[in-house]
Each structure stands twice: as C-alpha cells, then as structure tokens.
C-alpha cells in the first residue's frame, strides 16, 4: 500500500479510537507513549463524569492529583487469534489479580468492540528503566546506577514482585523494558503479557517466555520450571544491568548463553562485595538454590534501603500539632484494633532496629514539610489512615515483605 494511502487509513483508525474512548469517558491525547506487538498506549485525561462511575480511577486519580491515564489499545482484529483468546485475556485477569499496589502498573477497567480492547492504566510517564539506566550512565559518564539508587530501585521491584508471587501471578518477562518510572521516581511493574497464574505451589510451566538475555537457564533448556524461582533469575539480571549498565550474559545463541550462564557473571572493578553476592545469589543455576524474595530483602546489601525507607518515614513526615481526640479522617480509615503501643520491631528488621526507640527517634532532626504526610508514606510504600492521634496505630506498610505498623509518637511517627 502507498504511504499516502496507509497514512489516510491510520488517521481513520485514530479518530476511530478517539470516539470509542470519549464514548466510554476518556478523552484520547494524539501523544503516543509507546507501541507493542499489536498495541499502541496514548496518553489521556478522564472525564469527571467516568470518575464519579469508576471508583478505583477516582481514588487514585484524586491521590495523584490529575486525569491522566495511559490507554492501551489492542488491535484484536490485527493480532493472530491466539493472542486474542490466550494472551491478552491473562494479561488482563493478571493485573486484576495485582491490583493494587503502588509499585504495580493499575488497570482501572476494560472496554472492548470486535476490532479493539482498549485497557486503561495507571500513567507511568517517565519513561523505562532501561532508558533511566542509559541516560544516567550517559550523565556520570560511567555506566550504571549508583548503588544506592539500584538498591532503592530494587527494593520496589522485590515489594512488586512478591505482590505478585502473594496474588498468585508469575511476571516470565521481567526485563528493564518492562519497569516504568512514574513522574515521582516510583517504579511500576508493567506489561503483563506474558504472566501466568502460578497455580499450585511447586507446580511447572513449561512455555518459553521472555527476552532471552533475561531467561532462566532452566527455560532455555526446555525443561518444565516453576515461574517464581524464573522470576528471581531475571531479577538477578535486572540487578546486575543497574549497577553495571550492561547485560551479564549476551548471546545470540541459548547454547551460547548457557554457555556464559555456566560460567556465572563477571564484575566490574568497584562493585561493592555485598552487591555482587546478591547477584550470585540471584544467579544460580539451580533454581531451587536462587536466594527467595524474602531473603533478597533481608540481604545485607539491601538493608539501606530499609533502613532509609525508616529514616525517610520517621523524618519527613512531620506531625501536624497536636489536637487530643481529633481524629482527621482520610478516606482510607481502617476501624483498627488501636490496641498495644508498639513493643516488638518487626521481626524481618529486628538486628537493624533495636536501637530505634522513641527517644532515638525524637533525636532525629525532623525536617520541614515537603509534602503532607500522606503523599511521603506512599511514596515510602507505607499507608497512613489518620494523622493526628499520638500513641495510637496510625498506618501500616504495603511491603508484602515487610509487615509492619506505624505508631504516632509526639512529634514523629514510628515503624514497629
Ligand atoms: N502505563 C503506562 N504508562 C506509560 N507508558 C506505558 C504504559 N504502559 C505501556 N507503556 C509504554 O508502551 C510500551 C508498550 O506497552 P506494553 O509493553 O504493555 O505493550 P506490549 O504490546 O505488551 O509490548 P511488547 O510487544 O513489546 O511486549 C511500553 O514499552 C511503554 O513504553
């Protein structure tokens, strides 16, 4: 077909598509965001009216403070038949299932007609980590994150991928390419294309999914695998292409990879001990021998992050003054048992925190507001339901892995 001709079609297809979302309370930006196989994502604004009928948008729509969305649009009538009827209805029942977390891309809601499904997500407008990765390694002229900054990345990719594990999904294409950041530095697990139910504990897949320089050797060797402990490998290759800006294992050929995977990861000079423990514990060719999500968390290397994540929770979120007995009720109040003040630090960071008491905490130079207390304990992964009520259970964590409440104290709220 002539270009002319294809152009001509495209922009009936466009406005096509801007009918159908504005018929279903979406208005369509023309600023394309990104493309897939058989997907274009544009970026678009709810209407006040969709949102007063779709409560999972207005709630978090009013938390971000704007309309905006991401709209997927699946050319079903494009796409071969077997995507239509296995692969996009799995995506869209996986991130169901994942919904909701807050280093999880959302699905607000579906709609459909015989030629497109459209999927309305959560906007993660900064771009992917992939890019972050090499427009940062552009920056220092080195190429990599900091370790600091992977580690803080990588603590909201472990809490996203044991979101999904705990909801019963497997990701199988966990890649850079696939990790979005959000205008506030926010990680957000997407493109669930390839998930899958994990079904019963211990029970193996056996399809081939995923880009070859993140897939577990297990699958490259056609052998039947169990999708969390496939997860974890590419977690490690994840890893390894922040702190280094490059992939560990880089082959054509899965004979040639395997190769390379045999041989294991080599570093770069500088590479801190811890990080590359990690990495190897990530990295293991045998899958039941892989380091588990919960003890990626507790790994030394990424105790920091914990550690900041507290520092970040005691210090920034600075107590309005106080009002005994008024409580402000913000829309999530949970009828909690305000029983017990806390006693026991949570197990998981019981050797990190001991030192942490009320007085230690006190002793931390609060500083002054940058945000209401509620954006900061989102943006650290945490819930509050209330903010003024001292001595009481006042919020708790989102981490699946890290179980926990926040407690408020005078002057300082406390993780325990
Ligand atoms: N929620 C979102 N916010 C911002 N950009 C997004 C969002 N979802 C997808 N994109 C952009 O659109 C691109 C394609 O989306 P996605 O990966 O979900 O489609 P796909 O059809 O599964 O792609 P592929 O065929 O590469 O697997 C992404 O790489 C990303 O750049």
């Not at 990424?302 to 107590?319: G, N, S, V």
Request: hydrophobic letters at 35%; one cysteine or more.
């Amino acid at each position: 077909m002539k270009a002319a001709g294809r152009k001509k079609l495209d922009q009936r297809a466009f406005l096509e598509q801007v009918h159908e979302c504005r018929d279903n309370g979406y208005l369509l930006s023309s600023k394309k965001i990104g493309s897939g196989a058989f997907s274009k994502v544009y970026l678009a604004y709810a209407t006040q009216e969709r949102m007063r009928h779709n409560s999972k948008l207005a709630s978090d729509l009013r938390g971000k403070r704007h309309t905006m969305v991401a709209i997927k649009i699946v050319s079903t009538a494009e796409a071969p038949a077997e995507f239509s009827r296995k692969f996009l209805p799995r995506e869209i029942s996986s991130l169901n299932a994942t919904y909701k977390h807050l280093n999880v891309v959302q699905l607000y809601e579906t709609f459909a007609n015989s030629r497109r499904t459209y999927l309305v997500l959560e906007l993660a407008a900064h771009g992917d980590l992939l890019e972050h990765i090499n427009a940062t390694s552009a920056h220092r002229r080195c190429p990599g994150l900091e370790e600091e900054e992977a580690r803080r990345l990588l603590w909201q990719l472990v809490s996203a991928v044991a979101h999904c594990h705990n909801s019963g999904i497997v990701h199988r294409d966990l890649k850079c390419e696939n990790i979005l950041l959000d205008d506030r530095g926010c990680l957000k697990l997407s493109d669930f294309g390839f998930a899958n139910r994990s079904g019963l504990k211990n029970s193996l897949l056996s399809t081939f999914c995923g880009s070859v320089a993140y897939t577990a050797p297990e699958i490259l060797m056609s052998k039947k695998y169990n999708g969390e402990q496939a997860d974890l490998w590419s977690l490690g290759v994840i890893l390894y292409a922040m702190v280094t800006g490059k992939l560990p294992f880089k082959e054509c050929q899965p004979h040639g990879m395997l190769y390379l995977m045999r041989r294991g990861p080599t570093f770069r000079p500088g590479l801190s001990p811890e990080c590359q423990d990690l990495i190897r514990g990530l990295l293991q060719l045998r899958p039941r021998a892989r380091l588990a999500l919960q003890q990626v968390a507790t790994h030394h290397w990424m105790l920091p992050a914990a550690h900041a994540l507290f520092c970040t929770t005691l210090c920034a979120i600075p107590e309005k003054p106080e009002k005994p007995q008024l409580q402000t009720s913000l829309d999530n109040v949970e009828p909690s048992a305000d029983s017990d003040p806390p006693r026991s630090l949570l197990q998981l960071w019981r050797p990190q925190l001991q030192g942490t008491s009320h007085e230690s905490a006190s002793s931390l130079t609060p500083e002054p507001p940058r945000a209401c207390p509620r954006q900061v304990a989102d943006s650290a992964g945490l819930q509050l339901w209330r903010t003024e009520t001292a001595g009481r259970r006042v919020g708790r964590s989102r981490h699946p892995l890290l179980l926990c409440s926040i407690w408020s104290v005078p002057g300082h709220y406390l993780v325990s």
